[in-house]
T-cell receptor, first 108, second 114 residues
């Protein structure tokens, strides 16, 4: 069965520091992976998906099939990056399987 | 920019009552979804819907749940006889047909069953 694991519930960094939010997945098929972000009192928004290989708001994520990981990185965190981040795996039928989420806090 | 909308934003109901949660997907989208998030837990898939029928449903989506597209704009989730454990945030999402099917989420309906 498919599974997404985000090992850190909470992550706190200082402004300007690099940040990495970890995501590991388990899926027997060809994975399509996403990062969604939820800012305070706002809806879930797509941050990026691996297939488009874009950099959004300075964030990047590389799919590593060998390590079954899709970690989200940003070289210099900003205070406005403070939010809840969810890694999600799309499986057959377009079902999204979400990780538990990581609450990122960027301190001034 | 078009957005998915959901009503109501909050609903309180008594155990055993029926509730209908409403969603208006983005207008040119043809795939629709419901997810839920119990407080402190992860977002869980409930059901996907395309071409007026259920495409896929999870083990959570039992006979108490049903979905409907009653007209050209609304997509509803009905819970027939609510239980305490149905208390959660319910999210609707929609996506286009073809190409990368990015799912766009609504703001959610917080359901509290007493």
């Amino acid at each position: 069965a498919q599974r997404v694991t985000q090992p850190e519930k909470l992550l706190s960094v200082f402004k300007g520091a690099p940040v990495e939010l970890k995501c590991n997945y388990s899926y027997s098929g060809s994975p399509e992976l996403f990062w969604y972000v939820q800012y305070s009192r706002q809806r879930l928004q797509l941050l990026l998906r691996h297939i488009s290989r874009e950099s959004i708001k300075g964030f990047t994520a590389d799919l590593n099939k060998g390590e079954t990981s899709f970690h989200l990185k940003k070289p210099f965190a900003q205070e406005e990056d403070s939010a809840m981040y969810y890694c999600a795996l799309e499986t057959s039928g377009s079902r999204l399987t979400f990780g538990e989420g990581t609450q990122l806090t960027v301190n001034p | 920019e078009p957005e998915v909308t959901q009503t109501p934003s909050h609903q309180v109901t008594q155990m055993g009552q029926e509730v209908i949660l409403r969603c208006v997907p983005i207008s040119n989208h043809l795939y629709f979804y419901w997810y839920r998030q119990i407080l402190g837990q992860k977002v869980e898939f409930l059901v996907s819907f395309y071409n007026n029928e259920i495409s896929e449903k999870s083990e959570i989506f039992d006979d108490q749940f049903s979905v409907e597209r009653p007209d050209g704009s609304n997509f509803t989730l009905k819970i027939r006889s609510t239980k305490l454990e149905d208390s959660a945030m319910y999210f609707c999402a929609s996506s286009e047909v073809g190409g990368p099917k990015t799912q766009y989420f609504g703001p959610g309906t917080r359901l509290l069953v007493l």
